[in-house]
């Protein structure tokens, strides 16, 4: 067998929705099936996923699928593991519930060896995690403006060097030169990662002609519990590398506690009940115009209502998150320096 030249890795936990349709999506890559592998850590998932992968296996032994456990169940743990049981002159990051397009491995490939950037990526489609109102709503949310900003691996329209990727692809050497996965960081992870590539003189190249589908979390509970990790956990990236803080990530703790202070100060001045009145409803105002073209060109008058409601969630809850990692930051210093 040719020699191998791409590893995809998968961290991997309770994916039994759509690990197959993953497996299949990479067996059908442009890219040479004989010169890749799959490495898949998986977190010791408690659904189907390890019986759906080994089916697939017994299906498609073309492919080469090597399953690892994660038994820190954390998602940098798992990269790392996974990078460990690589073989690869190249890795492809990929999540086990995103399904890239079919040339994304070329396109990926090709971009590396042209010399575009030390990691390279495309956009991400985002889906629904369920078909409900609420989950359509939370899709088109989470890939608008008005809820993740100018992140570019959601928003490019042109190939363009960017702060971060979702799904990147590197050398190996890259690894060796700049080190693993952060496995302090259970989330952000991935943007610790490309600030040392940007760090060390690397670059970061987003092009939106590389695809991939991503599916968004299918409710609220599940959108506000993602969103406030995200919010807590880049406190703690920003502690390392404050010089990072974009404005995008800047806006939210800046909003809710604003909404904070002003919910204190109605109680007995009312100029700060009548500021915050006009500031909800001006957020409103914006957020259900940002709807509106989407609900026109879908015909769904649901996503008017669903649209502002899945932005207000990601909004506030990342806004609290970082303000509770603060918090904690705060009195771990306090309690650390007595």
């Known amino acids: 067998m040719t020699s191998i030249k791409v590893t995809v890795i998968v961290p991997c936990y309770t994916e039994e929705r759509t690990i197959e349709e993953l497996l299949h999506a990479i067996l059908g890559q442009t890219f040479s099936v004989d010169r890749m592998e799959v490495v898949i850590a998986d977190g010791m998932s408690t659904d189907h996923t390890r019986e ?62 042209a010399g575009y950037g030390e990691n390279v990526g495309g956009v991400i489609d985002i889906k629904p995690g369920s078909d409900s109102w609420i989950g359509r709503s939370i899709a088109i949310a989470t890939a608008h403006p008005l809820g993740v900003g100018d992140a570019q691996y959601r ?25 693993k996965y952060d496995e302090t960081l259970l989330v952000n992870e991935d943007y610790e990662f490309n600030t040392r ?6 670059k ?4 939106p002609a590389i695809r991939c589908v991503y599916y968004a979390r299918a409710n609220l509970k599940n959108l506000a519990r993602q969103y406030f990790t995200y919010g807590f956990w880049k ?38 009940c009548i ?21 026109i060109s879908r015909n769904r008058l649901s996503l008017v209502i669903g649209i502002p409601i899945a932005i207000m969630t990601m909004h506030f809850a990342w806004g609290s998150g970082f303000l509770w990692s603060m918090i904690k930051s705060l009195f771990a210093g306090k309690a650390h320096g007595s």
């Not at 999540?95 to 396109?107: G, L, R, S, T």
């Not at 329209?157 to 979702?166: F, I, R």
């Not at 406190?235 to 204190?264: C, D, G, H, N």
């Open 235 to 272: 406190l703690k990236m920003l502690q390392r590398y404050p010089e990072t803080l974009r404005w995008r990530q800047a806006l939210p703790p800046v909003f809710v506690t604003s909404i904070l202070m002003l919910l204190l100060l109605s109680i007995l001045w009312v100029p700060a």
């Open 197 to 202: 590539i940007r760090k060390s003189g690397g």
């Open 52 to 113: 759906k992968i080994s089916l697939f296996q017994q299906h498609y032994p073309e492919l080469v699928i090597r399953v690892v456990e994660n038994q820190q169940r954390t998602i940098p743990a798992a990269l790392n593991q996974a990078i460990n049981e690589s073989r690869g002159e190249i890795i492809t990051r990929m999540d086990a519930h995103a399904i890239p397009a079919q040339d994304y491995i070329e396109k990926s490939v090709t971009a590396l060896e």
């Open 204 to 207: 970061i190249w987003v092009d």
């Open 275 to 295: 500021l915050l009145v006009v500031t909800l409803s001006l957020y409103l105002v914006i957020l259900i115009a940002g709807a509106i073209r989407y609900a």
């Open 155 to 179: 928003t490019a329209t042109k190939a363009v060097e960017a702060d971060t990727v979702a799904f990147g692809t590197y050398r190996r050497a890259l690894v060796e030169k700049i080190g």
